[in-house]
T-cell receptor
Framework: KAGVTQTPRYLIKTRGQQVTLSCSPI?????VSWYQQTPGQGLQFLFE???????NKGNFPGRFSGRQFSNSRSEMNVSTLELGDSALYLC???????????FGPGTRLTVL | SQQGEEDPQALSIQEGENATMNCSYK?????LQWYRQNSGRGLVHLIL?????REKHSGRLRVTLDTSKKSSSLLITASRAADTASYFC??????????FGQGTRLTINP
């Protein structure tokens, strides 16, 4: 079975721009979660989607949004980028959120 | 704030020694999971232990869970240089989200 894939792997943007990250889950997995990882804040939960519905959202501003498609692929969008958005963004898929989560390699976003 | 708190934050041992990391959490859980992360990469699932289980083994890994103390420990026996990584515990609470601790950075010295 193919693992979780994330694209792009690396991204450099400037303040004020917007960015879209993509995540393709393991086949058959309907739950996709997104996390932001920074040295200062650690791993922080962004949101979780299940069957195209956002079931839970972390404590992030409205500039962070996401969606899930009918094939379970998910995207997250960050608008009006700030320097503090520089981070490793991780996506994980699972059969359901309480089950083992399988992580992708992450997208390293740098905001200049 | 993170519900899972690992202790210690950093651990450095000699190859061949055992490494023990602890995790404490605050609310009731469905299960507790341990993950490993090599520098700057995605997380790899190690073990999932359910709330009605007390101990679980996987190769050189042993996880214990004490729900009365709201704590778990991860023991890595006969450590190897390849075990150098950050280790995270994560708990699923009632809501649909997995909450991670800050992690323990483990360094195995040859």
């Amino acid at each position: 079975k193919a693992g979780v894939t994330q694209t792009p792997r690396y991204l450099i943007k400037t303040r004020g721009q917007q960015v879209t990250l993509s995540c393709s889950p393991i086949s058959g997995h309907r739950s996709v979660s997104w996390y932001q990882q920074t040295p200062g804040q650690g791993l922080q939960f962004l949101f979780e989607y299940f069957s195209e519905t956002q079931r839970n959202k972390g404590n992030f501003p409205g500039r962070f949004s996401g969606r899930q498609f009918s094939n379970s692929r998910s995207e997250m969008n960050v608008s009006t980028l700030e320097l503090g958005d520089s981070a490793l963004y991780l996506c994980a898929s699972s059969l359901d959120v309480t089950d083992t989560q399988y992580f992708g390699p992450g997208t390293r976003l740098t905001v200049l | 704030s993170q519900q899972g708190e690992e202790d210690p934050q950093a651990l450095s041992i000699q190859e061949g020694e055992n490494a023990t990391m602890n995790c404490s959490y605050k609310t009731s859980i469905n299960n507790l999971q341990w993950y490993r992360q090599n520098s700057g990469r995605g997380l790899v699932h190690l073990i999932l232990i359910r709330s009605n289980e007390r101990e679980k083994h996987s190769g050189r890994l042993r996880v214990t869970l004490d729900t009365s103390k709201k704590s778990s420990s991860l023991l890595i026996t006969a450590s190897r240089a390849a075990d150098t990584a950050s280790y995270f515990c994560a708990t699923v609470q009632g809501a649909q989200k997995l909450v991670f601790g800050q992690g323990t950075r483990l360094t195995i010295n040859p």
